[in-house]
């Protein structure tokens, strides 16, 4: 499923409106994945606490995000554009590339949270297909 | 079967009283058609959905929504009893309907997204986590019948 021209130019609207609020919304969604999915806790034994409150879960979230940024800016080559960030979840995380979809599903309900009248149906679909894109390229360097 | 604490029933009830069936059934249904396009192969009589315009302003989709929403009320008002209720559904969706049911857990997330756009901060993690749980609960409900 990839993404036409239109999608391209839908995420990078909805991105300009919501790149503010990008590390809340990354906080936001990394603190419900780990509380709705109780499995994704298990790459984050190292943190001593997982609530949704804590500093490092805010922290990360707001990483991540930043990470999705870069991804739109280089929405043209998701492949090269994430090939660092690929090869790290591979080789060193080695999370299981489900988990990418679990996260996703929570970016996008917190951005729905935050941003309900922009998260139209048509915003939802070019998103969602963006992140299952960026998923895909994440997983690109697994085997 | 399913264990549910008395703050999980709670939990569920609590955000099931805030979503006015007429109001969100609609737009769950109109998200699912959107979002998953595949999903159009189950509904060839309703006319015109191949379009987001088409979709938005079909009444058949609107109606349907609100259908979905009454039959989860039901689950709402009896959660330790979901499979016994929805058994007669389940086999309809199999053996008649044929629909996938991966679906259900694609028509649950998008139930999951409306909501969160209506509730915002109400829904909180731990209620997050709860509603879909009962969701979850509701998908293999829905799929318990599947042979």
């Given at each position: 499923?990839?993404?036409?021209?239109?999608?391209?130019?839908?995420?990078?609207?909805?991105?300009?409106?919501?790149?503010?609020?990008?590390?809340?919304i990354g906080a936001e969604a990394l603190g419900r994945m780990l509380t709705a999915y109780p499995q994704t806790k298990t790459y984050f034994s190292h943190w001593g606490d997982l609530s949704p409150d804590s500093a490092q879960v805010k922290k990360h979230?707001?990483?991540?995000?930043?990470?999705?940024?870069?991804?739109?800016s280089t929405i043209d080559d998701l492949v090269g554009g994430l090939s660092k960030l690929s090869e790290l979840h591979a080789s060193q995380l080695?999370?299981?590339?489900?988990?990418?979809r679990i996260l996703a599903?929570?970016?996008?309900?917190?951005?729905?949270?935050?941003f309900p009248e922009d998260f139209t149906p048509e915003v939802h679909v070019s998103f969602e297909k963006f992140l299952q894109n960026v998923a895909w390229a994440l997983s690109e360097k697994y085997r | 079967m399913v264990k549910w604490t008395d703050l999980e029933r709670s939990t569920v009830r609590a955000v099931w009283e805030k979503v006015d069936i007429d109001e969100i059934g609609p737009q769950i249904w109109a998200r699912v058609l959107v979002v998953y396009p595949w999903t159009e192969r189950y509904f060839g009589s309703f006319g015109d959905i191949f379009t987001t315009t088409a979709i938005l302003n079909n009444t058949k989709v609107a109606a349907h929504g609100k259908v979905v929403l009454e039959a989860l009320d039901k689950a709402v008002k009896n959660m330790d009893n979901m499979k016994r209720m929805y058994?007669?559904?389940?086999?309809?969706?199999?053996?008649?309907l044929e629909v996938d049911p991966d679906n259900f857990r694609l028509l649950a997330d998008c139930i999951t997204i409306a909501i969160?756009?209506?509730?915002?901060?109400?829904?909180?993690?731990?209620?997050?986590?709860?509603?879909?749980k009962f969701l979850a609960a509701?998908?293999?409900?829905?799929s318990s019948q599947y042979y």
């Open positions: 499923m990839s993404l036409s021209g239109k999608d391209k130019s839908v995420v990078a609207s909805f991105w300009d409106k919501v790149a503010p609020k990008a590390p809340e979230g707001a990483t991540i995000m930043g990470a999705v940024g870069d991804a739109v080695r999370v299981d590339p489900a988990n990418f599903h929570n970016i996008i309900l917190t951005m729905a949270m935050f | 058994a007669a559904l389940s086999l309809l969706h199999f053996q008649k969160a756009c209506k509730l915002k901060s109400a829904l909180t993690p731990q209620v997050q986590a709860t509603w879909q509701v998908v293999e409900a829905m």
